[in-house]
């Protein structure tokens, strides 16, 4: 399994100066792998609609390559699934 995006919650903590380095250090952290973040703040309750349609756009902006190439002369890497192609 390949992770495609991280849901942090964050709560009134995240306002805190050392918060809001950590989320940078994590978010740089991510990025470096590849790996997107999205930021939800907390709440008492969610729609479940709005979650969705933010997990979606950040899901779009990604690019989805056909194939994957895992280096230059080897097997191509399946998108999807992430194993060799045959």
Do not use: W
Not at 6 to 25: C, N, P, Q, T, Y
């Amino acid at each position: 399994m390949t992770p495609l995006l991280v849901i942090e919650l964050d709560d009134k903590s995240h306002e805190r100066a050392d918060r809001i380095e950590r989320d940078h250090f994590v978010d740089r952290a991510f990025a470096a792998a590849g790996i997107d973040v999205l930021h939800v703040k907390v709440r008492t309750s969610y729609v479940l609609e709005d979650i969705r349609s933010q997990v979606h756009a950040a899901l779009e902006k990604k690019e989805a390559p056909s194939v994957v190439a895992a280096s230059k002369g080897s097997t191509p890497v399946c998108p999807n699934c992430r194993t060799l192609m045959i």
